[in-house]
């Protein structure tokens, strides 16, 4: 399949004498999508039930006829200021119990079923108008789930819609209280609607309490969006998207993507590097105007897996955006790079976020590929380069990895109430195992927690894993290759306490965790092969043959032949050495790269990215600072 | 004119019996001007309706008697406790929604008619009774506007008054709606009352919607001011004062200050230094003792603007204060250099705070002339010192500057709410401009925004400004001078979006600001001239001459003759070297001063301040630490 | 009399059927006592009124007849789910007024009359059934007063609680406007219900308002306490306990002292490593695994003195916990070596916490001497070693110290609220100066701040003692050793107010405070020893000789023979030499430990201590790390 480029557009914001310029100005960038819609609600139905399609009609007319396919969003992550006199309960609540007022964006609460069916009205409608237009090729639900925190909401509406899940759930609170162990400090409860959401508790509440809350603030989102796909399904059958952000772990997006056809993202490399990535500030000053190399590459393979193997950025920075605390404008040529880095690993297409920056309202300092005056913004060019490159290229295909990592969003959850380490985060852990394979230039497919087969890997990681589900587990036991799983990977009951006898409980795994420390970020654990733990190490037991030890002579990796488990944290280096070491034992080929090199392989061909400032060498090459270097495989 | 010292005193503080000997040692010490009465409402009416003048007719009589001239306050900064139970939501409110409660000080709401109506009702009261009265020579009104955080209120009157301010300056939803681009994320409103307060939202809430806050907050804090005055002026022709703050830009000064007849602040050099002035704490310790030698000259430059030529300070520091995050003492000599680097920038009066230092409540631990048991404190000496040197030395008056700054608040409120880089800040900017020209040995004039003449200067700097008013825009045509605007200058429409075509718009200068570029603290665009911009950096473009560039080629300097853009924000060297340039070029003569040493000129004399804790040359003397020299011009 | 061991116990986690084994294996490991039932309020009352007290009468005959001395616990930090809809408005509430809700512990209001009522019933129903229970050798009173914050609540039975404690304090509104300076800022009330709690004010409240807060909270807590002890004083004979916590001074602990038989405290060194003692990063890397190595014996001595000579371990940290911000394991040995320096700080018994470790609710990730699947974690071994050991060991007595060191509650309310330097902190300063003292190699006695009788030392430190009590004046005048007292001691009234004349006021020190200052980190002021003040410095007048003087001349320390004032805070070298000095002077014998060794006195034995993780020398023995050296007298 050929890739292919699209772009953000906003008709409701510009004249409309104007559209037909940019239509014919986007083809002939060589763009084939256009987005619209997503935000547009006051505008399609200004009063309650005063339907105002006509300017969309004209709008998809006028896009569609100059060639290109709409990607038509649903309105519902902003419903306009008359939404809230009819349902002045649906604004959501923060941890403190202030009511999150209308204004800006996503005012909605997810467990407010009044609102849910407004959403599956406004779906209906559009569904029933445009679902078998023949320029609206694919649609978008919603806008980024759970931007600014909206997972969570602690209004009475969640409260109610806790306890109702709760009821269903454990059928009796004597069962509640067992499962997770109220006893402890009196916590039991007597009826369901005892049970308070845990907010505001004089300390923590108790674990499995958060988990529940957790669980079910993120099946409301899969409900929510669920609604809107029903509606949708009934009038068409172009696919049904949505656009994840990156780094966002409180709803379980595997989920989420069961229901829909294609996963999506907004790629932000520049806006995400300096507070969402680790790193010290003099780290990541050698990729300010590039992004951190690894945070795009994780994000694709993850809603990759996501999509069921089908993959979208639904919106591509082009230039300095407004919301990081710093915004540097890109490299010249970053706005290419990171299209043909989605490209290789497996997006169909990249729509570049937004045609025309908006002169106005709360991003008006976020680029555009035209500047609010029209002219071209820097990355139009580059756009029309990647338009240019694709045509002349053959499809490329997405190559099956050697390697599988393990990625579930309950862990993420578990690991954010019950960190036991300051540091200790989901998404971080995961992000360093893929970083160490990533650096030693591999490509990594992602898997979830529920993989039944493992069986196209020579090597799979498993970090941090709250519980392996019984279909992993079987998975792991059918491996041919080797698994390395750890730390702290099933070292849980499916309600957050510890199993006895104590995890894991793998068959044929003898290697028990005995006891658990978390480190300051000072100390260490020295290795045996010079590299060592940091954050995190754990007294491992067992019969298992010893592969790597502390220098005072612990387990660090312990296990057998196929199946290992990883007694620590490894640092960046540390990591490194293992995954060579385990790579050059199952036979994968790594490379040493220099730094700010990245490559990945794809069914045809092997990329070859430069995400450093200067030029590096490849080959017999060099590859200029922001270069894409391909060449068939 | 000659210069005056005064004191700020509390005669209901101390016994009746202690207020004569006060008096005398206060006239022995060389006092003119003795401060009374702005937080002794509880005293003059301690109950609805009772007023008992009779302690306060006495302490007038006593004090005058002595010789002093009084500044009699009105009492409003400090409602009693009886006010609240007659308007029980004039309390403000923060952010968060809470209330804050009696207990301290500024506990009222600019936005509540009610108290508003209490104030006019006390100054009229006052000024009845005292706007005649022969010792009184001037009124404060109310005391510190905004300091702690109270010029924005998020109660419900502030909700209502904001509103009908709305529809005053909108005349209709529509129109706010297009002004606002509420199009954006559906944020249209169909009426006025359907517009809250912009706190609490989802995520950050429309740039205009903020901005219009800030202008309604800033307009009650000036209609609050305006209604004493109205009252005082008809029964006194006294000059009427506020006492300003430093480094408070939440209400627009220029405004205030165009109802009154003096402008004073309350100065704090070494209160200040720890956390409200940029700086490393290495930096920082070399003017420990000291303050920032630019401090106090910015405030005394803008605040001398404000009151149209007429500047006090109300309030200087004499020894260790209570409120910042440390309290050291001055270097022995500063409570004298401090007074005169007022004086030699144009303050009439330096009224030190306060006379005894109170042994009770929230303040007793802020020294004063006078310790708790009445001894004398190290600044009564100086003080001493500064009125024997005042009786010596003829009128210097003020001297005309070459240079001039313009200041806005708007631009404030605008950079505050759209930052763009976590560290732009309209002051910083604005003082590091200053400091630049200080460093130079330049006086300085600060001119407001709507400054229309600026025949009188050679240089004129206007960093930050948001949008150029009309008649600044004619007299920057009408400068014969070199005028340098930018970063950030006129590149705003009035309601805080961008304006189509690109800023800034000013006739001849053929120069846009075509992308703009926020920086992390470590990152820096290199300079031709090996200066280098810190935080910011905006991409000029058009067919000006380009005065200087960055190492890569792009424009840092560009214009015409007369007016020229700094496309960026230079580090404390470069600025240095652009304003030695601009110097030169315009014949202003410079100085390279050693660290710590500063000049300012009078039309009679050049001052010469040492700030730094050793001795200083300067020309073939030495001058110690805290030492103050003059020389005829 | 002979050390014991003991530990903490939850027959209520735990079947039945594993009672006995548990209570066997515990008398195996050489352990006395066993605390329970403190958290079971669910288990004895499940629902109003309903007893079921079977379960734990079985308890305590099990364990009881296995040997064991039984702690009984009284319920009340944990009440059930049914009081909160008994009593709705028992909760506490936060700061920012926000209820703090059921879901975890601690969840009432001490000033809840009404919750109050319900704990003595509770005591009452205990103290009838197991009174008398021979088993039953003592009892706890709740649990860990104060922790999660809960000593202040802003609630409304708070505020009328508060409002009362007034009126009876100060009678007339008059009365307490003048005893705290209403004046100030008209902040005078006209009568007790106008008074509110001192949270959410515009700026600070006034601080005798603080103060005043303060005093009734801490007040609250000795009220709360004492009706348990009256009620268990009806029924039993054993001794009552509370466990204190470390570093908690938000209540007298004296004054809850007073109604108690025994002081015990909660003992975690390495949970409070990180982030509840002062050190950088760095130096606590050195005892990340230890605990820092004054802070167990300050708290042994401090509470041995709130025990009126009797101290208890409640709760000893065996393994890694899991509420600091991060969790390492002990170093091998530390275990043992706790408990002996808790012994040799006159302990009578020390019990782990806990018997075996939870996998279930907030603390599952906190070691026990067992691990959640019963086998032994390494603390187990340990306690058997102590055990075996004390059998072998005479009795070693608690020897009389040469130095005493002033602590004092209120003090520590007065600088919360008056820092006037924001790193100034009462227990700070106190345990700067002991840990000064122990470095010296010293035995230390704590003293309350009403200590009439210092007649067994020859050295007394009182820092930071804001009004000295007409008692402990008394004593100094009598006093023939040497006391240093100072920085910041005496200097105010009982009202937080400065005194007239300044203080401190001794009969025979002319040496008075005539200045403060405060100092950011970097600062400091160089004393003629080469030693140096930092944080804090304090200009000293009078006649007295002046001992020490900093380099520009002004006094260190000043006094006379016997009484001496301290005019700075010493940093660690400079403490170090100036106790050196004393005890030379004094003739008391001190030490140069190597960094981490220490040593304490018993009336037989000297024990020395190595807290490093390597070995360090001791006379002519080498000391293993976390090794425990004890030498006959």
Not at 138 to 146: G, K, L, P, V
Not at 225 to 236: F, G
């Amino acid at each position: 399949m050929k890739r292919t480029l699209g772009v953000c557009y906003y008709p409701e914001h510009w004249p409309e004498t104007q559209w037909a310029d940019d239509a014919a100005r986007m083809v002939a960038t060589g763009l084939s999508w256009v987005r619209i819609g997503e935000f547009a609600w006051s505008r399609m139905e200004p009063s309650p039930g005063t339907l105002t399609w006509d300017w969309l009609d004209r709008a998809i007319a006028v896009l569609g006829e100059a060639g290109l396919k709409v990607v038509l969003g649903t309105p519902t992550a902003t419903p306009p200021r008359w939404m809230i006199d009819k349902h002045p309960d649906m604004l959501p609540v923060d941890a403190n119990g202030h009511v999150r007022k209308f204004g800006s964006r996503r005012h909605y609460d997810f467990s407010h079923l009044g609102y849910r069916e407004e959403c599956r009205r406004i779906a209906r409608l559009m569904g029933e108008r445009y679902g078998r237009n023949p320029h609206v090729a694919a649609w978008q639900i919603d806008n980024e789930y759970d931007c600014h925190d909206t997972t969570l909401s602690y209004s009475d509406d969640a409260k109610r819609g806790f306890q109702d899940w709760l009821a269903q759930r454990y059928q009796s609170t004597d069962a509640l209280n067992r499962a997770w162990g109220n006893v402890f400090w009196s916590m039991d409860y007597d009826t369901f609607d005892q049970i308070e959401l845990p907010n505001l508790t004089v300390t923590e509440p108790n674990h499995p309490h958060q988990l529940a809350f957790r669980r079910y603030s993120s099946d409301q989102v899969v409900a929510f969006n669920k609604v809107q796909v029903d509606e949708l399904r009934k009038h068409t059958d172009a696919a049904l998207i949505h656009n994840y952000m990156g780094r966002i772990t409180t709803f379980d997006h595997w989920k989420v993507g069961n229901d829909l056809d294609i996963a999506s993202w907004d790629s932000y490399p520049i806006g995400f590097l300096s507070d969402r990535i680790e790193g010290t500030p003099k780290e990541k000053q050698a990729f300010l105007r590039q992004g951190h190399p690894d945070n795009q590459a994780f994000h694709h393979d993850l809603y990759r897996a996501v999509g069921k193997g089908r993959l979208w950025v639904m919106e591509q920075q082009p230039g300095p955006v407004n919301w990081a605390p710093y915004n540097p404008a890109p490299l010249p040529g970053m706005a290419r790079l990171w299209a043909w880095e989605a490209f290789a690993h497996g997006a169909e297409t990249v729509c570049y976020f937004r045609w025309r920056q908006a002169p106005f309202a709360q991003e008006q300092m976020h680029a555009g590929l035209l500047r609010p005056d029209s002219e071209a913004a820097p990355a139009l060019a580059e756009a029309r380069q990647v338009a240019d490159e694709i045509a002349t290229m053959p499809p490329v295909g997405t190559a099956q990895a050697d390697v599988a990592l393990i990625f579930d969003y309950e862990s993420a959850w578990a690991w954010d109430i019950q960190p036991q380490g300051a540091d200790f985060d989901m998404f971080r852990l995961a992000f360093a195992a893929y970083r160490a394979l990533r650096r030693a230039g591999l490509n990594i497919d992602i898997l979830p927690p529920d993989a039944s087969d493992l069986s196209g890997y020579k090597l799979v990681l498993a970090p941090g894993i709250m519980k392996l589900s019984d279909r992993l587990k079987a998975a792991l036991r059918a491996f041919q290759g080797l698994a390395l799983i750890g730390p702290r990977t099933d070292t849980k009951t499916d309600e957050l306490s510890i199993p006895v006898p104590l995890g894991p409980d793998l068959p044929g795994l003898d290697t028990k965790v005995a006891l658990t420390e978390s480190l300051p970020p000072l100390a260490k654990v020295k290795l045996q092969d010079k590299g060592q733990f940091r954050h995190w190490f754990e007294h491992l037991e067992g019969e298992d043959t010893v592969y790597l030890t502390t220098t005072d002579g612990r387990p660090a990796i312990m296990g057998g032949k196929n199946l290992r488990y990883l007694a620590g944290w490894p640092d960046d280096k540390s990591f490194d050495q293992i995954i060579t070491d385990l790579c050059k034992e199952q036979d994968i080929e790594t490379h040493v790269l220099p730094k700010g090199l990245r490559i990945r392989d794809t069914d045809t061909h092997r990329f070859v990215f430069n995400y450093a400032a200067k030029s590096l060498p490849w080959k017999d090459i060099t590859i200029p600072p922001a270069g894409v270097h391909w060449e068939s495989r």
